[in-house]
């Protein structure tokens, strides 16, 4: 390039230099805005018994009312008798939330509760649960009496499908299935599908194998087994347990639940995680028990029933109060979880909050400090979903996933949300 040219680029960034600035400083302020909006709840609970909220940001928040109640990012809880000048609607109040003060941002809404205490679980469960209507797990070939290898249900039917009805008769086991489908003798037969939320009619035609019978070249699946963690136990004896739902393991696919049961389960070993690969606990599931209960919700945020009875480990327990998300600090606090029969307190520390849920509920992020869990499992393994995390003597949410990449680290959804979703 000439110089005269070089020269010409040079005056006219100089021209243009400040528009540049301009734009990227707005850019620079627009981003911090949103990602300001995006750190603050939408809803938040309150104590009856007069806490404070305080969330680590430079907002006020103001009634409706009008009247400032705190600063530097606090909002007064509701106290019995002493919020007259207050229109409380529903047990709930209304903040705007203000930037230094005076740039609005956002509405919150914050729920008045009765202060709350439920029993901490971190025991190992056996879970067993059934599927309303029977899962696919994926399609396959059928070799037929000519000997050719063809596929009946290759782009009809789909990985995640439930199969409600065969020819309008309601199906719930694979062997109704299996039976259904050989007795239509190699007839066209109508699958009530239900994907997606959405109940779809499919038409396939079964083909005689040379093995003998008709079949139309699907794994299925009409139940499952495992171990998890529970969570919880309320007064009324109802449980929450594992911070996530009960997923099929090939498809990925919430399993639509039949009916459930719980069990008591006994930890017989461990596959310490590594990088790039989760370890395990490995148990057994005392099905030759009396059930410790029923399974019945199946949601992204855990596992819902009822106890019939309590383990030792539970009669031993103490109750313990409900923190709320805003209640969380960064730094010390404690999982609660049996790797080896014993329900122990774990050393863990919080790095991050998300006041903003998600799908998957990853909003407490964590890291295991805890010297003698390090060394028995490396961090968070499959297995431990569901242990309880406690904070400065409260309940405040439970394990939910691991990191693959380093199992030290791990994630946690809010106990609100898991109470939440058992209403």
């Not at 005269?4 to 400040?18: C, E, G, T, V």
């Not at 911090?32 to 009856?48: C, E, F």
């Not at 449980?239 to 069990?263: I, N, P």
């Amino acid at each position: 390039m000439g110089l005269k040219k070089k020269i010409h680029l040079f005056r006219w960034f100089q021209k243009k230099a400040p528009r540049f600035m301009g734009a990227a400083m707005v850019g620079v302020i627009a981003f911090a805005y949103i990602t300001l909006v995006s750190s603050i709840p939408d809803k938040v609970y309150i104590n009856q018994s007069g806490e404070e909220i305080n969330l680590p940001l430079p907002v006020v928040f103001t009634e409706n009312s009008g009247e400032t109640r705190e600063t530097s990012g606090n909002i007064s809880s509701y106290r019995n008798g002493s919020r007259d000048d207050v229109q409380i609607e529903n047990n709930s109040l209304t903040y705007s939330c203000k930037l230094f003060g005076f740039i609005p941002i956002k509405e919150v809404n914050a729920q008045v509760v009765e202060e709350r205490s439920i029993l901490p679980g971190g025991i190992p469960v056996g879970i067993y649960v059934e599927t309303d209507g029977v899962l696919v797990i994926g399609t396959g070939n059928v070799t037929n009496l000519h000997g050719d290898v063809v596929s009946p249900s290759e782009n009809l039917v789909k990985s995640g499908d439930y199969i409600r009805e065969v020819n309008g008769i309601v199906i719930e086991s694979k062997e109704q299935l299996i039976e259904s489908v050989d007795n239509c003798e190699g007839k066209r037969i109508i699958l009530k599908i239900l994907r997606e939320g959405e109940l779809i009619e499919v038409a396939v035609e079964p083909v005689e194998s040379e093995e003998g019978g008709y079949k139309i070249g699907l794994w299925v699946r009409d139940d499952l087994a495992g171990i998890g963690t529970l969570t919880y136990v309320t007064e009324k004896m109802e449980y929450g347990a594992l911070g996530h739902g009960v997923s099929d393991a090939d498809t990925g696919t919430m399993l639509s639940l039949k009916s459930g049961l719980l069990f008591e389960s006994s930890i017989v070993g461990v596959v310490k995680g590594e990088s790039g690969t989760p370890g395990e606990l490995t148990g057994v599931i005392n099905y030759g028990e009396e059930c410790l209960g029923s399974i019945d919700k199946n949601t992204s945020a855990g596992i819902y029933g009822s106890l019939q009875g309590m383990t030792d480990a539970l009669r031993q327990a103490e109750r313990v109060p409900v923190g709320y998300k805003q209640e969380i600090e960064m730094g010390q606090a404690e999982i609660l979880s049996s790797v080896d029969g014993e329900v122990k307190r774990y050393a863990i520390n919080i790095t991050e909050v998300d006041y903003q849920r998600d799908e998957e509920y990853r909003e407490i992020m964590f890291e295991v400090t805890d010297e003698e869990l390090l060394e028995k499992t490396g961090g968070i393994v499959q297995g431990m979903s569901g242990s309880p995390i406690l904070q400065n003597g409260k309940i405040i949410g439970a394990v939910t996933h691991v990191f693959i990449q380093n199992s030290k680290k791990g994630y946690g959804i809010f106990i609100e949300d898991m109470l939440e979703n058992n209403l």
